[in-house]
């Protein structure tokens, strides 16, 4: 099975349309504080111009107004870091949307394992433990060490931001090499 693929961080439409089109299956929206944060509108409009990519809205000690407003978004998932509301798993799939928990938490749909501070592209020590629910890794990828994460640990998932950029900005040809690099790491471990 391929593993799952999400670019985080994106910013604008000539990005995400790229890493759409180079393979990502999910590309990330950051709604709240970080040097990629963008507005629920332009999360909004960012969407509408890459029609039929599964977005994922994400953000870090959410206040319920700003979920509610996650929720009527048109993304795939929610990915919440920090403090959550309360029942957000319920209120996600209740809104027919992927519950992403960045914690081992049963009800999740998917667990995301992030580094300490997520989107830092601060290494982790990567570990998948044996788990009920789908788990994605994250914390210091790119594209020289994800082939070998892949292929040691096979998780579900990847999920990627800052090890896709330099000088702070998302480069797609950095993307190109990240995405290939985690088929290489699929093809190797069959």
């Known amino acids: 099975m391929a593993t799952v693929i ?27 504080e970080s040097r990629r944060r963008i507005s629920v509108e332009a999360a909004a409009a960012l969407i509408a111009e890459v029609p039929g990519a599964e977005f994922v809205a994400v953000g870090r000690d959410v206040p319920d107004a700003l ?26 799939r209740a809104a027919g949307k992927w519950a992403i928990a960045t914690q081992l938490d049963p009800n999740a749909d998917v667990v995301l394992l992030d580094g ?8 982790r020590e990567w570990t ?8 994605w890794l994250a914390g210091g990828l790119h594209p020289d060490n994800v082939q ?14 800052s090890g896709v950029e330099k000088d702070g900005q998302k480069r797609v040809e950095l993307i190109a090499r990240f995405i290939q690099e985690v088929k290489h790491g699929d093809k190797e471990s069959t």
């Open 6 to 32: 999400k670019i985080c961080g994106l910013q604008d439409a000539g990005t995400a349309r790229a890493a759409r089109s180079l393979g990502a299956d999910y590309l990330g929206v950051v709604l709240t």
């Open 67 to 92: 979920f509610q407003a996650m929720l009527r978004l048109p993304v795939a998932g929610v990915q919440l870091h920090g403090k959550t509301p309360a029942d957000w798993i319920v209120r996600t």
């Open 116 to 123: 300490t501070v997520p989107g830092s592209g601060q290494p």
């Open 128 to 135: 998948k433990p044996p788990y009920s629910r789908p788990i």
């Open 148 to 161: 070998a994460v892949v292929r040691r640990l096979r998780p579900e998932g990847v999920d990627v931001s």
